[in-house]
C-alpha cells in the first residue's frame, strides 16, 4: 500500500513537471510575439501539457487499481 | 474573445505556482479536498491555459505585425505605404478601408465556409517555408484573386454600386459580382503591392 501511494506521488510529480514546463513555455510564447512562437506553443506547450495530464489521469487510473489489492 | 495577454500570464503563472505545490507536497492529495485541488490544478486549470493561450495566439496570428514579422514579408509592409492612390493595398490600408491592426488578413482570409481555417492553415504552410523550407523568388497567391473577397465589404456599398465606372457598362458589375471578371487582373485595379517597383515610388510617413 505504501509502495502505492510512493507510485502515486511520484506520478503526481511527474505530471507536475511536465505542466510546469508546459505552462513555462506557453508563457514565454506568449511574450515572444514571432509566427514560430505558435508552433512553439501548440508543439512543444501542448505536447508537455497533454502529457502532464495525461499522466495525472494514469496516476488516477492506476490509484483505482492499486485500492483493491 | 482572447483574455488580455497581461492577465492570460498570470493565469499561467498562478497555475504553475498551484502545480509547483503539489509538486512540493503531493502527500496533501490524500485528502478529499486535497484531491479535488489536484483535479483543478492539474486538470482544469492548465486546459484552460492552453485553449485561452491558443485562442489568444490564433487571435494574434491575425494582426499586420504578425504577418510582416517575417523578412520575406518586409515589402509587402511597405507597400501599404506607398503615397500613392492607385495602390489598392495602400490605399485600403491608410484610408482605414479595412481595420489597420488586421490589414493582411482582412483581405487575404477567405470570406467562403471555413475561409478563417483554409486560411491559418495557409499560416502555418508560410512558417513552415519561413523556418524550414525554401523561400521562392517571388510570392504568388495560392489561387486567382476572388471578387468575393473584395465584395464582403464592397458589395451594397454606394460607392461601389453607383460608382460611374462601375455602371458605365451595364454588364460589368454582374459579371463582377459573379466573378467572371476580376477586380483586380482585369485591367481596373491592377496595381495592388507591385512590390518590384517600390524603389521608385513616394513613402507616406504618417501614422507610424
Keep these: ?69 | 474573445m482572447p483574455l488580455p495577454t497581461p492577465l492570460l500570464l498570470s493565469l499561467i503563472l498562478f497555475s504553475a505556482v498551484l502545480v509547483s505545490v503539489l509538486v512540493a507536497l503531493p502527500g496533501i492529495t490524500v485528502s478529499q479536498g486535497g484531491k479535488i485541488l489536484a483535479f483543478l490544478v492539474l486538470f482544469v486549470l492548465p486546459l484552460l491555459c492552453m485553449a485561452i493561450g491558443v485562442s489568444s495566439e490564433v487571435e494574434r496570428s491575425k494582426s499586420t505585425s504578425f504577418c510582416l514579422s517575417c523578412h520575406v514579408m518586409e515589402p509587402y509592409g511597405r507597400s501599404l505605404r506607398v503615397d500613392d492612390p492607385s495602390y489598392l493595398a495602400a490605399a485600403h490600408f491608410q484610408n482605414h478601408r479595412v481595420p489597420a491592426e488586421q490589414a493582411c488578413y482582412t483581405c487575404h482570409t477567405n470570406y467562403a465556409m471555413f475561409g478563417g481555417v483554409r486560411a491559418k492553415m495557409h499560416g502555418l504552410r508560410h512558417v513552415y517555408v519561413q523556418y524550414l523550407g525554401k523561400l521562392p523568388q517571388q510570392i504568388h497567391l495560392y489561387e486567382p484573386y476572388n471578387n468575393r473577397e473584395c465584395l464582403h465589404c464592397h458589395l451594397g456599398a454606394r460607392s461601389f454600386e453607383e460608382g460611374a465606372m462601375h455602371n458605365a457598362d451595364p454588364d460589368l458589375l454582374p459579371a463582377v459580382k459573379a466573378n467572371k471578371m476580376s477586380c483586380l487582373s482585369s485591367g481596373c485595379h491592377q496595381v495592388v503591392h507591385n512590390v518590384g517597383q517600390l524603389s521608385n515610388v513616394k513613402v507616406w510617413k504618417g501614422d507610424k
Design chain 1, 1 to 69: 500500500m505504501t509502495d502505492g501511494i510512493v507510485g502515486i506521488e511520484k506520478r503526481l510529480r511527474l505530471a507536475g513537471m511536465l505542466l510546469i514546463f508546459g505552462l513555462l513555455v506557453e508563457a514565454i510564447c506568449l511574450l515572444w510575439a514571432r509566427p514560430l512562437a505558435f508552433i512553439v506553443l501548440v508543439g512543444a506547450g501542448g505536447f508537455l501539457c497533454a502529457a502532464g495530464i495525461v499522466v495525472y489521469l494514469y496516476s488516477l487510473v492506476s490509484a483505482g487499481r492499486a485500492r483493491p489489492q
